[in-house]
C-alpha cells in the first residue's frame, strides 16, 4: 500500500554509514495498522534489528502516550467548571456569616471529593503517559537521524504532534493538582474560621458558667446564713424549753435569762458546724476532680 503524500516523515542511520532508511507517514489505514518501510542497504541483521525495534517502540510507545490526550480533553469542561464553582465559594467565605459557615464547609467537602476523583482517575493515565513519551524520546535519540532534503525526520513530525498533546496532559495535570491544593487551603481557612467562631462561643458559655457559678455561691452563703439563724432559733428554744422546765422543777434559774445566754454559744456552735460540713464536702469535690 502507498504511503500518503506529500509529507512523509523519515530518518537515516548514521551509524549504518547510511546503510538504512526508514520511511512512514504515521497514517492508520484501514485494516488498522500503520506502514513503515525500512530500506536496509547494507546494514547487518544486528543493526537491522535494532532500527526495526526502535522504530516499532517509537510507533507503539507514541500511541501509548496519546491515548491520555482524550483524557484530558475530556477532564477539562469539568475541571474548568470546578475552578469556577471553587472562585465563588472563596468569594462567599470573605464575607461569611457564622450562619453561612455549615453550608461553605458542606460545599466545599463535596467539591472536594469531586477533585479527588477526577484526580484519582486521570493521575495513572497521565502518569504513564510521560513514562511513555519519555520512551519515545529517548528512542529517537537512539536513531540519530539525518535530514533528507524535502522531507521532515520522525523526531520533528513527532515534536509537532505528540508535543502539543503531551503539553495539554502536562498541563490538565497540573490544573488538577493546582485545584486540589487550593480546595485543601480554602477547607482550612474555613475550618479555622469555625474553629475560632467555636472558640468564642466556648468563652461565652465560661463566663456564663462562672457567673451562675458566683451566684450560686452568694446564693449557697445567704442560704448558709439562714440556715445557722434558723437553727439557732430552735436550738435557743429548746434551751428555753429546758430552762422553764428546771424552774418547774425547783431551781432558781430565770428562763429568759437562760436563752439570751445561750443564743451565743448556740449560733457559734451551728455557725461552727455549718463550716465543717461545707469543707468536708469542698475536700470530697476536690479529691473527685
Known sequence: MPFARPATPSSAVPSAAGRGWGYTDFRIREDGFTRILLLNREMGLGQAGRMVQRLLEIETYRMMALSAFPVARKAA?????????LAAIV????????????????????????????QSATRFR?????????????????????RIPGLSTIEE??????????????STSRRIANLAERVTRASALLRTRVD??????????????????????????????????????YGVSLVGVLAKA???????????????IAIPVVAAAVFGGVRRVRRALDGEDRAAS
Not at 92 to 108: F, V
Not at 126 to 146: C, S, T
Not at 157 to 170: D, E, I, Q
Request: net charge negative; with cysteine.
Open 77 to 85: 469542561p469539568d475541571l474548568g467548571a470546578m475552578e469556577i464553582e
Open 91 to 118: 468569594e462567599r467565605i470573605a464575607g461569611a456569616t457564622p450562619e453561612d459557615e455549615a453550608k461553605l464547609l458542606d460545599d466545599l467537602t463535596h467539591l472536594a471529593a469531586r477533585v479527588e476523583h477526577l
Open 126 to 146: 497521565f502518569e504513564a503517559a510521560e513514562a511513555y513519551d519519555a520512551i519515545v524520546m529517548r528512542r529517537l535519540a537512539e536513531l540519530r537521524e539525518v
Open 157 to 170: 513530525f513527532l515534536h509537532r504532534r505528540l508535543a502539543p498533546a503531551m503539553a495539554t496532559c502536562r
Open 196 to 233: 475560632i467562631e467555636r472558640e468564642h462561643q466556648n468563652q461565652k458559655i465560661l463566663e456564663a458558667m462562672n457567673r451562675r457559678g458566683r451566684l450560686q455561691l452568694r446564693l449557697q452563703q445567704a442560704v448558709e446564713g439562714l440556715s445557722v439563724v434558723v437553727i439557732t432559733y
Open 246 to 260: 428546771a424552774k418547774a422543777a425547783g431551781l432558781d434559774w430565770n428562763p429568759d435569762v437562760v436563752m439570751g
